[in-house]
């Protein structure tokens, strides 16, 4: 009956007419009651009336969506202390009543008037006047609450509620709609405390039966107007039309007009308030992530918001230095940025030292380093960030963790010019869902994927979205930081979890955009420093910003097949594959393992299946480093493309057991006598500058009577291994040659 109008309910007694008459009575009656239905919608006037006492950021996206709809609101309470108790915590709310109480007393006579109350913290309207106006007038009742599918505060008044079929059984207070003078008549109908339940006190007067009967009070059981999200997440779909996104209720087929984050539901409601009420589309994209939004093109240096710019390292992270550099490039007024640099960890310090004497003149309006000296914690060192954001008042706060590799320079500039009170990019761990963000939280508060997960970290949506936790990097307005101070600390969790939580549990959003490609995130977890030179193990974990930093800067034109590839010899191929630096930091790696092979004459080798070697050299195999999957992994990104190319038809699996770097001198093994290789095809690789770290030296291929002398460093010969290609090492007269050797598919 909750959906008849109160023109159902009119009747006409027709049996004692005739049938013409009996026609033109009711025709008579139908012009009627529509003319009575257009007078009552236009008599109706609806107000939309809250309580909030802070503007939180749920306050503002509630009064953003009223502002949408163009709904008359009467906030009650803004600026007022609450005391109310805190009801995420446990019962309360009775403050909420004496102020609507004392609020509404000019309204308690005005038949025409319609308020809806609602929370407004965790509350987004998806409809206007005319629909929650004419979805009201359909239930035929002077007092509608929500419903919600369990019994709060008291469990045992469940057995008093009326049976339901179909829907959700019990009240909840969180939103109702009905005529002023009832409204005010059910707050008056008994006194409560500030302290008190809100919701016992609703539930009371819906279970007294002459009063509901009085007003004919309803519950909105498969939410026709009020969607609670408390244990109904699973129930509701977002839908989408061109540039309009709403909610439906997929088990009753409904649309309601609001929706409400009530209990430990608010997560869902900030993920769907990305979405609704046409905030994205599938069609449109994010059609309000530029609102509140500013451009910096043309303003003067002074003219850009201040930026305390808060670099942190707390434990050791591969390619620090270049992370370092890349902080430095920002595109942003050097001048308008305040840099703290944290290193709390021995590892990295000489490094932030030498890079920060460096930045001195780069004109940075101030620059303060805490060094593992301090030996602060990490959540002490990121509590004396905020201090210090808020101690000098700064506009915004910028913080930067040693496990991003921020690659776009415009960041930060990007960043402020959005303008959100916490705004973090978006950044992924190279090919890998591993993000710096998490799309929901489980029930003990730890990640968990949200739907739309996926489609954010790939790319497949674009847009602004509230997240529940961020970490690495984000952008915080000072002012919020200022009047909240959340806080790293916690006795239970991980900094990152604590500060998160900190924020949550004051109503901050965390949004996370992935409007532009900003960098990436490194993988630091189990990152080693039992070498001497770490990075170069990261090929397996980091091989994007290991690319960037050990292969060959001209590597590419390998693969251009407009770039013919080197031939000095008949089939012997000749390419850049390495950087200089690699080529240093291998020479360096094996130097300080420094168990070399006797070379010459010693065939013994205890290193080898069968002890013994058929073509000694004084060498050090990869796999005495620790190298070894690491050097595979390289030829299987890095050789096996050009193989490809210049060996076509042939598909290798990089399968290589001999990976070492041979050391040729005067004094010791200065050349190597006439052989072929126990392999499909061999890399050669130049490690030492020809004629300056060594003079002589290179490759003689008898058969073709071919030689390639002064390889530059870095580059790779490749030619086949038996056969057709037996070959010697030319005599080294000068200083030190190093190469390194892989037979590839023994």
Not at 177 to 183: D, E, L, N, Q, T
Not at 337 to 350: A, G, K, P, Q
Request: hydrophobic residues 35%; glycine residues 6%.
């Amino acid at each position: 009956n909750e959906l008849r109008s109160a023109s159902t309910f009119r009747c006409l007694r027709m049996n004692v007419l005739s049938s013409s008459n009996r026609f033109l009575v009711l025709t008579a009656f139908m012009l009627f009651s529509m003319t009575v239905s257009l007078i009552e919608a236009g008599d109706m006037r609806l107000l939309v009336v809250t309580v909030a006492t802070d503007d939180t950021d749920g306050y503002v996206r509630f009064m953003k969506s009223i502002e949408q709809f163009g709904l008359d609101v009467k906030v009650i309470g803004l600026g007022e202390e609450w005391r109310g108790g805190d009801v995420s915590r446990y019962a309360g709310g009775g403050h909420k009543i004496n102020m609507l109480v004392r609020d509404l007393t000019p309204y308690k006579d005005d038949k025409d008037l319609v308020i809806m109350f609602t929370d407004s913290y965790d509350v987004v309207f998806l409809a206007g006047q005319e629909t929650i106006l004419t979805k009201f007038k359909d239930f035929d009742s002077q007092l509608v609450f929500s419903a919600e599918g369990f019994c709060w505060p008291d469990r045992s008044l469940a057995d008093q509620y009326p049976r339901v079929l179909l829907g959700k059984r019990y009240l909840c207070s969180g939103g109702y709609i009905g005529y002023a003078p009832v409204i005010y008549e059910s707050l008056m109908t008994s006194k409560i405390e500030d302290l008190g339940d809100d919701q016992l006190f609703f539930t009371k007067l819906y279970l007294n039966k002459e009063f509901r009967e009085k007003h004919n009070m309803k519950l909105d059981h498969r939410s026709h107007l009020f969607q609670n999200l408390n244990g109904a997440e699973e129930d509701i779909e977002v839908r989408y039309d061109g540039s309009r996104s709403w909610i439906e209720n997929i088990v009753y087929g409904t649309e309601p007009v609001m929706i409400h984050g009530n209990g430990p539901s608010k997560l869902r409601l900030n993920q769907l308030g990305s979405y609704v009420p046409s905030q994205w589309t599938a069609d449109k994209g994010c059609i309000t992530c530029d609102e509140n939004s500013f451009q910096l093109d043309g303003k003067a240096e002074a003219e850009f918001p201040e930026v305390l710019l808060a670099v942190f390292s707390v434990s050791p992270s591969p390619f620090f230095r270049r992370f370092l550099e890349r902080v430095a490039e920002l595109n942003y007024p050097k001048s308008r940025i305040s840099l703290r640099v944290y290193v709390l960890d021995e590892y990295h310090r000489s490094d932030a030292q030498s890079w920060l004497e460096e930045v001195k003149s780069a004109g940075y309006k101030n620059i303060s380093f805490t060094s593992p000296d301090s030996k602060l914690t990490e959540s002490e060192a990121r509590n004396d960030g905020i201090l210090a954001c808020v101690t000098s008042d700064c506009s915004n706060y910028f913080v930067v963790d040693s496990s991003v590799m921020l690659v776009n320079t415009e960041s930060l500039r990007l960043l402020v010019e959005q303008n959100r009170t916490f705004l973090a990019p978006v950044v992924l761990r190279h090919e890998k869902l591993w993000s710096n963000f998490w799309g929901a939280l489980s029930d003990q508060g730890f990640y968990a994927r949200s739907d739309d997960y996926i489609d954010i970290v790939k790319g497949d949506k674009i847009g602004i979205w509230n997240v529940p936790f961020v970490s690495s990097i984000y952008l915080i307005k000072g002012h919020l930081l200022k009047k909240y101070r959340p806080s790293y600390t916690s006795s239970e969790l991980d900094s990152d979890m604590a500060f998160c939580q900190s924020l949550r549990s004051m109503g901050i959003f965390m949004y996370v955009t992935n409007r532009r490609y900003f960098g990436r995130l490194l993988q630091v977890d189990g990152y080693s420093t039992e070498h001497l030179h770490n990075d170069m193990y990261q090929i397996l974990d980091n091989q994007i910003d290991w690319e960037e930093i050990y292969v060959h800067p001209n590597y590419s034109q390998n693969l251009n097949e407009s770039v013919t590839v080197d031939m000095p010899c008949p089939d012997v191929y000749h390419y850049p594959l390495i950087s200089s630096r690699f080529a240093q930091e291998l020479i360096e790696e094996m130097e300080h393992f420094g168990q070399w092979s006797a070379g010459k004459d010693s065939h013994e080798d205890s290193r080898l299946s069968g002890g013994y070697e058929n073509v000694p050299t004084v060498d050090i195999h990869t796999n005495q480093i620790g190298f070894e999957e690491h050097w595979l992994r390289l030829i299987k990104l890095y050789v096996l493309p050009v193989q490809e190319r210049v060996f076509p038809g042939y598909y290798s699996h990089a399968q290589a057991i001999m990976n070492f770097v041979v050391k040729y001198n005067p004094k010791g093994q200065f050349l190597l006598k006439p052989h072929h290789d126990s392999s499909t095809f061999t890399i050669n690789v130049a490690l030492s500058r020809s004629e300056i770290d060594y003079e002589g030296g290179g490759c003689h291929f008898i058969r073709y009577n071919c030689s390639v002398r002064d390889a530059p460093i870095g580059h790779s010969l490749m030619h086949p291994g038996r056969l057709t290609h037996w070959h010697e090492g030319l005599v080294v007269t000068g200083g030190t040659r190093y190469i390194m050797v892989s037979f590839i598919d023994p």
